[in-house]
Every structure is written in C-alpha cells, then in structure tokens.
C-alpha cells in the first residue's frame, strides 16, 4: 500500500516535471511534441497540471483537459500494481499537449524514471523521509517500472464519432424511424376503431381472464404455450366487420391500447405470486450488476471494497444473485411443463409442436435483435468519457466477430472464451431457449407414463450434478474468484451446468397439473425448509472472507472439498429451495407474504422484466464507461445509483414494450387469426 502512495507522488512529480517549460528540457519526445511543450503559457501549464490525476484509480479531469482544443488533449496510462493482481490494470489520467501522442507519453515516463533518485534524495535532504525509507521507495519504484515495460498502455482520447462506411447505424435509426411512424399511425386508427371496427378494438387486443393467466405468469422471456393462445384465438367470434389485415397490423402498434395492456390488472389466481417473484428476481440481478460494473469499470476505492466491505455478512447479497437467474430458469421450467401439460391433456397434433416453437421464436426474437443491434451500432456512439473507448472496444472485438451466436441463439457455447461473448448477458436467452427446445420430450413422456417422466427429469437432474461435480473437481474451482480456474468460460453459462432449476420447475408443474391436496401442516413446514435452504445457500459462502486484509484481497479458507460440494449443489440447492417455498404459495397458502406477492401492481412491472433484462446492463456500462471521474463506493451513494439505474432501466423498458414488444404479441394474434379456418356465418334473416 506504502508502494502505491509513493508511486502517486512521483506520478504527480513526472507530472509537474512534464508540463512546466522550464523544467522540460532535452525531452525524449518528438520535435512537434517537444515544440508544444515549450511554447505553452504560464495559465496553460496551470490547467493542464491541475488535469492531471494526483493517485492511482485517479482519471484526472477529462472535460478540463479537452476544453483545452487545440493546446491539449487527454491521456490515460494503464499499469500493473505490484502486489495486487486482483485489481487489475490501474488507471490514471494525464493531460499533454495536443501535439503529444501515445509514444512521447511513453517516452517521458521511462525517461523520468531517472529522476526518482534525485526527487528522492531531495526528499531526504529536507527531512522528509530517512535514509531507509529512500531505499525501500527506490525499490518500490523499480519493481513498479519494470512491471511497465511489459503491461503499461498508454491511451490518448480521441472523440467519438460514427466511422465512415458505417452502415449499421443509420439501418438502426432507420428502424427506429420506421417504428416510430407505425405507432403513430396505429394510434391514429385506433382512435378511429371505437366508431368504425368496434368488435375488433373489443377482441383482438383485449386480454380475457384465460388469457390473462397466460400473459401475467411467464417468465423472464414468456414460459406461455402457444396452443393454448391458439385455442383461446379459436373460440373468439368472429368480428362483424373485419378490417383488411394491414389495418389490424398498424392497430397492433396503438400506444393507447399497448399502454392500457401493460397496466391491465385483472382477477388474482394462485399462480399471480409468481409476478412478485419474477420482479424481485429482476431487481435482485440489478443490484448485483450494478456493483459488478463499477467495479469492471473501476471505482476510486477498490482496495478498500475488496478487502473490507466484502467480508461483510450482508454483502453476500452481491455474489448471491447469481441465483435470481436461477430462479428465472425455474419459473420458465414451471410454466411451460403446466400451460403444455394443459394443452396436452385436451390433445396437441403435429402442428401444435411447430407453434410451440414458432411462438417462442416470435416471442423472444424481436426484442432481443432489436437490442442486440442497437447495442452493435447505436450504443457505442451515444456517450464519450474518459474510458469509454474501452466500451467501444469490447462491442467491436466481440460482436464484431459473434453477433451471428446470439442470432442463433448458441452464444453459450461459441465463443468458447466467456468475455468474448457478444452481449453478454444475453447467455441466460440461449439456455433458456435450448431448455424449451428439449422440453417436448420429457413432457411426452410424462404424459405417455407419468412414472417414465419422472424417471426421466430426475436422470437428467442427476446428470447436471455430475457435470458440476466433475467440472469443479476437475478444473479446481475456487468459489472467492469470478473466473477460478476457467469456471466462466466452461461451466457458468452452459446448459448442462445450469439446467437443475429449470428441470426442478418441470417437477412442480407435475405436481401442480395432478392437483394433489396439500396439508396446511405440510405446506408451512416446506416454505419454511424452502426459505432456510435459500438462505444458505446465499450467505453459506461468508465464512470463505473472513481472511482479508489490509494488503490482500479475500483468500478463500474453503478447502477444495469444500469449493467442490458448494459448486456441486449449490444451483440444485437454490432452486429446491424455491421450488419448496412457492409450491404452496401456488397452492393457496403463504398468507400476507403469497398475497403481497400477487398482488395487482406486480403485474405491469412483470411484464417489463424482459426488456429490462436486456437493457439494463448496456445502460449501466454506458454510464460508468462515460464517467469523467472513477465512482467512490459507499453504503449511502451506491444506493442512489442502483435506484436511479433500475428507474431508467424500467422507463427504457416501457418505451421497448409499447413500441416493440407488445406489438409483436399483437401482431401474433393478428396473423395467427387470419391463417385460422373461419367458421361459416349464419345468415342474418331480417
């Protein structure tokens, strides 16, 4: 810690050595650069210092430094600390003149390197620090410089501009145009279809009570079944007067209607807790998020998080929401297996399964492309800031070269590295995707003979215990360190890893669809055992962080055993746990908590919780890849900035349903309703 403080002081002496003329003499730089910093004024040099940063994890003043135009531009040097690997490249700010590049920043540095004895020995002649302490630094200086001549970057700013030839972003904003211009338009005729189509404003975009359960208890990205949509489609009288279809498409795109279904609350059913749940789960993958970019970006204080506010009891909440997409896995795995049971018991032919797919596709892909792309081409040119090239980058390399594995949804297992992923939460969509595919046939087998099916949900949840098993014993997982040992790259995001929740939810809809009885005795006693084993589970791994210190971040006191059982059983444990704890909520017990849980101002948040997903963590990483100035983590202003986050994440999504999502729903009940064999009409005898 010692090293860093003294490495900030001669940074801001190279600093100071760098941008005063006088003290700037026979610089290794070239002539231009060199030029510029000898013809520079008293009040320029003032401000390009005062830009300069003053501590490691320090970025200057960005905006200081490019309101300088044409005398100075901005610069970022990237280094390793000696000793504290786990924070990764540090950051510091620089602000040189505009005829100044990357290389004579470099150059500077190493040539100032030579005068780290004579600012020490200064220090030492005016009794500032002893004989010892200037050895000790000297060293400190040493270890540190040579560390820079393999790892060191040197960045200068440059604005953020749209290239030339670009041809995604003005597709993109094409798109939107077009979009915009198809809700007005539906808006317009919507207000005319109270007087010209009434039964069609009546029918075809209002949800009834069936209809409604189908829509309010999906999952993250719609557990909904298609057949029973159709079914539902299918008994709807046909409207006296259709309109032709390219009315009823813009009618899909009505802001007015959009906006009253997204409020709609109707009556409550057991399965309405599951709203609550999933909005809870959403906010809880915020939270996590948000500290987890601020601390990829970088934050002011990020020894003292990782060695202190870590080890808290309470912080367990962070790493813990790992398990809220578990949960998601889960409640999709529910859904399905019940709405597709249903169906199956009333009979599904051939064509059923092929809409079973085609619905999911319709449902998921709009949005997510839609995103996808904005976030390739739109995304990296909204912002600028003192690290937002780093953005920019990570969007170029990796969707640059796997925007197709997202299309495709297989962008879990290409690339086969995690942090080359396009989009890279968007892992969670392809194994649910994957997951619904495989669904048909455990659900077949369940319905030909239930012991059969059983059998068969619970080889295959034994099988993603195995995978786990072997991958953590295997590749020595640590559970302390994000990517221990490749845990990311070959176990996080993959199905056979993460499929227990999802199977677990598939068992209680088994349950649920033979109605069995369930004792009030019985019933509090699983959510009281579901609750405990949750809680486990999340604040289990504690113990592991007690080990830090000052100096070091946590080293985990786990043994290997004790990583292997955690990574085993952990998702398994989780998702029983829920399992326990909602299945008699759907039952109709639980009290005050299940009711809270159903309760009607859920519902327009639950049906936001897809679009959120998606957005939420482009608009975190925009915001603190655009910062001037790194965050400073504390327990009062970190919970503003998940608040604010989380607000602007759910508004974001509000604009993505209406003009977007819920569309294409309606567009689903448009088409499927033209292609549908109409029933012939009785003649009207006057």
Request: charged letters at 15%.
């Amino acid at each position: 810690m010692g090293s860093m403080r003294i490495f900030s002081l001669v940074f801001v002496l190279i600093g100071l050595f760098a941008v005063y003329p006088a003290l700037s003499q026979d610089l290794p730089v070239s002539v231009e650069c060199a030029l510029a910093f000898k013809s520079q004024t008293a009040l320029e040099t003032f401000f390009m210092f005062d830009a300069w940063a003053k501590s490691i994890e320090d970025l200057g003043k960005f905006d200081q430094c490019n309101d300088m135009e044409g005398i100075a531009h901005y610069c970022l040097l990237r280094f390793d600390v000696p000793g504290m690997d786990s924070l990764g490249l540090s950051e510091m700010g620089t602000c040189i003149p505009q005829a100044c590049n990357e290389t004579d920043m470099k150059n500077l540095f190493m040539h100032y390197e030579s005068e780290v004895p004579l600012i020490l020995e200064l220090a030492e002649e005016n009794g500032k620090i002893n004989a010892t302490q200037a050895k000790i630094i000297q060293a400190a200086i040493n270890q540190f410089m040579a560390a820079q001549n393999h790892t060191a970057q040197y960045i200068c700013h440059k604005p953020t501009r749209i290239p030339k030839g670009e041809m995604g972003f003005p597709v993109m904003i094409t798109v939107c145009v077009i979009l915009t211009l198809f809700c007005i338009v539906g808006t317009v005729l919507d207000g005319l279809a109270s007087n010209w189509w009434p039964e069609v404003k009546k029918q075809e975009f209002t949800d009834n009570p069936v209809h409604y359960v189908v829509e309010n208890t999906k999952s993250l990205d719609d557990g909904g079944d298609p057949s029973l949509r159709q079914s539902l489609i299918e008994r709807n009288s046909q409207p006296p007067a259709n309109p032709a279809f390219v009315v009823r498409f813009f009618l899909a795109f009505s802001v007015v209607k959009n906006w009253e279904a997204l409020w709609s609350t109707g009556k409550t059913f057991p399965t309405s807790c599951l709203n609550g749940l999933r909005v809870f789960s959403i906010w809880w993958v915020m939270l996590s998020h948000s500290l987890d970019y601020q601390n990829y970006v970088g934050v002011s204080n990020a020894i003292h998080v990782l060695t202190k506010d870590i080890q808290r009891f309470t912080a367990q909440a962070f790493p813990g929401a790992e398990f809220a997409v578990d949960t998601f896995f889960w409640l999709s795995g529910f859904l399905v297996g019940w709405l597709t049971l249903k169906e199956m018991r009333k009979g599904m032919k051939v064509g059923s399964w092929i809409m079973y797919v085609v619905h999911r596709i319709w449902r998921l892909t709009p949005t997510y492309y839609f995103i996808l792309f904005f976030y390739i081409y739109i995304s990296p040119y909204w912002a600028d800031g003192a690290v937002w090239y780093q953005y920019q980058e990570t969007v170029k390399e990796t969707c640059g070269r796997y925007w197709w594995a997202n299309v495709l949804y297989i962008n879990n297992f290409i690339p086969s590295l995690w942090n080359s992923q396009c989009m890279l939460w968007s892992w969670y969509l392809a194994n649910d995707f994957q997951f619904y595919l495989a669904t048909p046939f455990i659900l077949i087998a369940y319905h030909k003979n239930k012991t059969v099916g059983w059998i068969f949900v619970i080889l295959l949840t034994i099988g993603t215990l195995v995978a786990n098993g072997l991958l953590a014993h295997e590749h020595h997982f640590l559970w302390n360190s994000a990517n221990s040992n490749g845990y990311m790259d070959l176990a996080y995001g993959k199905p056979y890893t993460r499929a227990a929740p999802y199977l677990i939810g598939l068992c209680v809809s088994f349950l649920y669809i033979e109605e069995y009885r369930l004792k009030r005795v019985l019933a509090w006693i699983l959510m009281l055992t579901g609750a405990v084993l949750m809680s486990a589970v999340v604040y289990g791994p504690v113990s592991q962080f007690r080990s830090a210190s000052e100096l070091h971040p946590p080293v985990s006191t786990w043994s290997q055993t004790d990583s292997w059982m955690y990574f085993t059983f952990s998702k398994f444990g989780w998702s029983l746990g829920v399992a326990l704890l909602m299945y008699p909520f759907i039952k109709g017990y639980g009290g005050f908590v299940r009711r809270f849980l159903a309760a009607p101002f859920w519902d327009p948040l639950a049906r936001l919780t897809y679009s959120a997903y998606l957005i939420h963590p482009m608009l975190m990483l925009s915001i603190y890849y655009s910062t001037g100035q790194f965050y400073d983590y504390t327990d009062t202003n970190f919970p503003v900035y998940f608040v604010g986050e989380m607000v602007m994440a759910f508004c974001m999504a509000v604009v993505v349903y209406l003009v977007l999502e819920r569309p294409s729903v309606n567009l689903e009940k448009v088409l499927t309703s033209s292609l549908a064999p109409r029933k012939p009409r009785k003649p009207v005898i006057n």
